[in-house]
């Protein structure tokens, strides 16, 4: 009897094990595959096989990428409502996946100490872009901040892999080239540089720079203690690179002079081994107006470029040829009278990845399709435009966009009066109807599908595929009922709604600050900035932090 207690106890000791792995594993739905979660470091050592219902005597072996010790991510391909058997060594385990993926945290990695947010109590710095390198294998994350601090780090494991402090200046852009051997970095500051910095060897190494001031000219701010004396400086209002490493960028100098408002702005194209500028628009020197967003086709033929004059008369979309630099043709849009004067843009222009076609959204709430060829637009509606409610006009902003190769897709979002015409209401009694909404049309006009915001869209980001849509939403303020925080995902090749589109919100207590997201090349990883919040009670809500997401 003695014997065979002791026999019982001996088999338990080998069985417990077993029965643990299939307790202990979790397994978690992603956009990129499934996540296998354990509890001890050794469990996800063996061979990992995954069959489903249907076919459970072929189990196949699949790509694994491992995440740490106790996780690992299977790159699978899965279909929802589907039962599957996943085999780690010995042991066999059954999930059903669900309609949707989830949201998944890789790791947060926190920016205080990183970054030197702190190092100036009385003004602390503060993230300001942030981008994913092209290459699959050895993805890296770079990060920057208003007072020209940049970190590039391994955003799987959160490692340190190079920080440096380029000036004081405020860090508009940075974008790494295809192949990711280079990274281009444009600051706001007296001189407005453009660095270019080389990869390829064991720390980084500034190859070139170029001082945009000598074009755009320079400026002291009134008051160069402010929190916003870089808004004086000369600066890059958008960057983007070409297939062989080339760089684009608009730089834009606003300032006032003698109580006169000035402007100049300057879109060049540079070569990326040595930095020499290939062309120059206009080639005759500044132009005095703004130049404020540009988007390029894919095949890096063709450019977009919104214009104005700072609310003064007609605004401009102007589309040029990539190679020499010059104007293919261009459309004047005229001001929406008698709401304005003059016509304003955001980062109100997108193109299609195939190059046909151009959207565009003017500040006053107006959207317009083009095709690439035709300066005279294919549709165009008052999408937020103004409404008088009791007498007052509200507006909701428009200046976020996007596109695909099957849709054009405009974001719009808080209602506010314009400040020109608000007799004496500063806020709105009511919302927009078509305030805080995504909306997608064909690229003939059509409405497909829209979507309602929860909160202030922060920026938008789409992978290169046009699969995928990262679209961040916060808003800075003490009200808890205004604190939603977050970055929902959508899949724009899904069939149906928006409601069939939408994936997942992956929610933050902090908020996002406005354009600090990033999406990988080929839609596997997003990453999002946070940054704590101070409550009305004086409590601290949230962390400055970036966030690494499946």
């Keep these: 009897m003695k014997l065979s207690r002791i026999y019982c106890f001996l088999l338990l000791l080998f069985i417990l094990p077993c029965a643990t792995v299939v307790a202990e594993l979790n397994v978690v739905w992603v956009r990129t595959g499934v996540v296998l979660e354990a509890e001890t470091k050794d469990e996800l050592n063996s061979k990992i096989e995954v069959a489903t219902e249907q076919n459970t005597s072929s189990f196949n072996a699949v790509p694994i990428y491992k995440i740490d010790e106790k996780r690992v991510l299977l790159k699978y391909s899965w279909h929802p409502r589907t039962d599957y058997r996943f085999r780690i060594g010995k ?216 214009i104005d004059e700072s609310g003064k008369g007609n605004g401009r979309l102007t589309v040029l040829d990539v190679e020499t630099g010059t104007e293919k043709w261009h459309s004047d849009i005229e001001p929406l009278t008698p709401y304005f004067e003059g016509v304003t843009f955001w980062r109100g222009v997108s193109m299609s990845g195939d190059g046909k076609f151009v959207n565009v ?77 995504v909306f997608a049309h064909t690229w003939r006009g059509e409405k497909i599908w829209q979507w309602k915001l929860e909160n202030m869209p922060q920026g938008l980001r789409i992978d290169s595929e046009g699969r995928y849509a990262a679209l961040a939403v916060s808003k800075r303020s003490q009200n808890p009922n205004e604190s939603l925080h977050g970055v929902s995902v959508f899949d724009l090749t899904a069939e149906g709604s928006g409601l069939a589109k939408y994936l997942y919100t992956y929610r933050t207590e902090g908020q996002l600050p406005y354009d600090t997201l990033a999406i990988r090349g080929d839609g596997s990883l997003i990453a999002i900035v946070e940054m704590s919040i101070v409550m009305p009670d004086e409590t601290l809500r949230g962390k400055n932090r970036v966030h690494v997401l499946y």
């Design 91 to 306: 042991t066999v385990i059954n999930a059903a996946s669900p309609l949707k993926p989830v949201s998944y945290l890789i790791r947060t990695i926190e920016l205080d100490g990183l970054l030197s947010l702190m190092e100036n109590l009385r003004q602390p710095a503060k993230p300001t872009a942030i981008a994913f390198s092209n290459d699959a294998e050895t993805t890296q994350l770079v990060v920057a901040t208003d007072r020209g601090h940049i970190a590039i780090l391994h955003p799987m494991t959160g490692e340190e892999v190079w920080k440096t402090r380029i000036s004081e200046g405020y860090i508009r852009h940075i974008a790494f080239s295809p192949d990711s051997s280079l990274l281009y970095v444009g600051e706001q500051a007296a001189d407005g540089f453009i660095y270019c910095y080389d990869l390829t060897g064991e720390t980084p190494q500034l190859r070139w720079k170029y001082r945009t001031a000598d074009d755009i000219e320079t400026s002291t701010p009134n008051n160069p203690d402010s929190v916003y004396a870089w808004v004086s400086y000369p600066g890059q209002s958008c960057m983007r690179t070409l297939s062989n490493g080339d760089l684009l960028v608009s730089g834009v100098h606003s300032w006032t002079q003698n109580e006169i408002a000035e402007k100049r702005s300057m879109l060049y194209r540079f070569e990326a081994k040595t930095g020499n500028v290939t062309w120059k628009y206009p080639s005759e020197g500044a132009t005095e107006k703004i130049y404020r967003w540009f988007d390029v086709s894919a095949d890096g033929n063709t450019l977009a470029l919104v």
């Design 361 to 437: 959204t003017t500040d006053d709430g107006r959207a317009y399709i083009f095709d690439v060829n035709r300066p005279k637009p294919i549709w165009q509606q008052n999408l937020a435009t103004p409404l008088e409610v009791s007498g007052v006009p509200i507006i909701a902003t428009t200046g976020t966009i996007g596109a695909t190769n099957d849709a054009a897709i405009f974001v719009t979002g808080d209602t506010y009066i314009p400040y020109h015409l608000q007799k004496g209401a500063q806020r709105p009694s009511t919302l927009h109807p078509n305030g805080m909404t």
